[in-house]
């Protein structure tokens, strides 16, 4: 028995006559398994032993002697791992881009010329009702902080909101 194979639960054994046994030590005893099983959990088995050690995380690059190579800072320099699981993704929150359009560029794009005619009117508007919609659409501040920064009343920011949407709905009409 070679070394290697000491620390693994699984063999194939040559009969007198020529013949090949598979045997898989389970629990401490040896079981005879057929060839296309003993294959199967072979193969698993080292795909195990891959994903284990192969792929392991936290490991460092080591000079010709063995020893672990320090950056400037004198911390270990760690290899980066190969291949990351869609768990670890989810969980430590990675943002991975598509090469595809999300869904809100598509929509952008899709009313890009309505867009377009609506900042038009808009700069079509005074500054301070420009400024209103400015602070209410684009800031995202509420009627009542529009309402403090100008000194008017909120219900007077609720009328001129109306009025000036209105305005823009007859300019993008036209």
Known sequence: MKNWQKYQNYRIHENPDGSLTYI?????????VSEEIYRMYATTRRKMKYMEL???????????????????N???????EREVSLEKIIFEGWDCP????????????????????????????????R????????????????????????SSVVRDKARIL???????KI
Not at 54 to 72: A, I, N
Not at 74 to 80: A, E, H, Q, R
Not at 99 to 124: G, K, Q, T
Not at 136 to 142: A, C, H, I, N, R
């Open 24 to 32: 898989i030590t389970v629990d401490g005893q040896d079981v005879e």
């Open 74 to 80: 004198g911390n270990p320099v760690m290899i980066p």
């Open 131 to 154: 400024a209103l919609v400015h602070a209410l659409f684009y800031e995202g501040k509420t009627i009542r902080e529009y309402a403090d920064i100008t000194g008017k009343s909120k």
């Open 98 to 129: 598509s090469p595809a359009p999300s869904l809100e560029d598509e929509i952008i794009n899709s009313y890009e010329s309505e867009i377009n005619e609506l900042r038009r009117c808009a700069a079509l508007l005074p500054d301070d009702e």
């Open 54 to 72: 192969d792929l392991k995380r936290d490991r460092y690059l080591r000079d010709g002697s063995g020893r672990t190579v320090r950056d400037e």
């Open 166 to 172: 209105g305005k823009l709905k007859k300019l993008f």
